[in-house]
């Protein structure tokens, strides 16, 4: 019965404003679920923290992951032997040896060798150096502390010409890093530091600013019309044009006997495959021309919506707040829990100017139950991650409807956005927990697929990896269909106060009645967001390139590349979230309008502008269709004609005599 009441229209509930629907709470057993996954995640990372013993996990040491194991596989720090040596410092060949601090002045007399030839290099610096030379010690030079590593902290070419000159008559430039890198690492950080203003000045504050005028422009007459109509008909010109070159020039082919009639006939193949595409594409264009209008409409209305209710905007910030609040604990927790594993040695050997050099490298292994846990706290993250973007979607969601059906647009403010949080997380936090463990469980099937596809590859089992692999492909697929049916159901959940199932349900048939309409906004708004996405970030970093170039002092900077690069990543940052927040307002004014046409009377509906022209024009449609009975001229029977979506069929109904059109 559920089924079948969701496949009809939306019915009115009678109130005028959607702040006066009565709400309950909805899917509450899935918010429970969710706080007990948290619960038991917590119980888990306390255990390999170690404040609880269990014989099933062991505790972890973040230590044995961070610090420097040894060229005999020992850590620094940690196994017995160089427990009071927790650095690591590097030789030539890139092992490292344990040392208690690392070296900050260059000594070219002083060395750090593997243990057992430690003596024999205090004794001879000539010996020292030819133990330099075979890989084992190495110099000492000025290095710097880094996660409990000595990496050098000078001018390596310098160091090895110091140090042939001290003795070495090997060259020791085989031990260098990127030199050039770090000099251009370090005048990037000191080109940020000089034009940080610049940078984020106009990385956040300007793009925003260009993100609130991007959406006034799209709202001025006319000109949104002019940028759809032209690319629409461009399309068109476009293709005509193509189809009737590729048709002239396969003629001309035909007749200078140079070409072969495969190429002729190819040639007018796709000419007349081109006419065809024309043709359908002018047939498509002429049967979406209203919906096309609509979506016009809709775009506009968001974008006065956004306008009207700029605190959205610190709504990516309260999901980034609220997700570094669960991700902080949930890295320890895997921090440790990795470090609990037990470490074994591996003993492998690497060629060197034709000689085989021996060496080892630890590496850890997992219990059945720790890869369990593994699973688990990643089934916490992803489920975690999708609420809080699940949350956001919500919010916007109720905020945009709360600006639409309300009679006074100059009500809806950032009180709307206040009173949709407090909605959110008074009634439907169980929802947003349901949605989000759907696409929580998928994820972590394609992560377990993903381990065996790794696995099936290493073990050279072809089958199995490309059964994988369409495996994937299908998750993956399944994954995009439920995020799309997860945003539409919000929206319901939003207008109605459904749950998650309901909503989900009436969602698909709505999309099913209005799949015109759905298919007109979204090309359209998939167009628009393109282009937002292009050019506030492009604009911005323009406009920061000449506010550089022409009012600083550019003696004072290495380079523009780099801060202007970081400035154009900042203010892309922006336009993604701002528009990804418009985007979703366009989806709920879309499906708002839908639900006003289908819930309310013409002289009740909320649409306001070119939504309510586009209602009245369908209005005007429907009551043009009159019926008078037969034999009776002159008894003149009106019909009532309900306004429905363009997409289906005038409901016609039968009004008693004398009765007014509506």
Known sequence: ???EADKEKLSGEGWSSIREKKRGCTDCLFLLLIIAAWVAMTIVGLIVLGAIRDENLSAGNPYRLTNTIDYSGKICGIDSGVKDLGKGYYLPDATAVCVKDCPTVNDYETFYCRYPDQATADASVSDGYELVANFKCMYQIKTKDFINRCLPDTDLALAAAEAQNAGNTTSSTEYTTSESGKEWFNNFLSDVLTLQGYIFGFGIGFATGVAFLYLYVLRIPGLLFFIIWTAVLSVLILLLIGSILLLTLANTWSQDGEHSNPEVYTMRFFGYFGLACTAIYLC?????RKRIQLAIGIVKQAAKALATMPALLAL?????????IFIIPWIIYVLFLASSGD?????????YNGSTVPYSYR????????KYAFLYMIFCYFWTSEFILAFGQLVISLSFAGWYFVREKKEAGNTTVLWAIRTTIRYHLGTVAFGSLIIAIIKTIRTVLAYIQRQAKKSKNKVLEYIMMCLQCFMWCLEKIMKFIN???YIITAIYGHGFCRSAGKAFWLLLRNILRVAAVNMLATFLLMIGRLLIPISTTFICYLAIAYGTNTSEISGLVAPLVLCFLLSYWIACMFLEIF????????FCFIADEEMFTVEKRFASGELMTTIQQTAQQAASLKIAPEGNAKEVRVVQVEAVPVDQAV????APAGDVLM
Do not use: R, W
């Open 583 to 590: 985007g979703m307002g366009i989806e709920t004014i879309l």
């Open 284 to 288: 498509l264009v002429l049967v979406m």
């Open 316 to 324: 990516p910030v309260l999901q980034a707040i609220g997700l570094l």
């Open 487 to 489: 945003k539409h159901a």
């Open 1 to 3: 019965m559920a089924d």
């Open 343 to 351: 470490i074994t040695t591996v003993q492998s050997t690497y060629d």
């Open 651 to 654: 409901a016609i109904k039968p």
């Open 363 to 370: 590496e850890f292994t997992y219990t059945t139950n720790t």
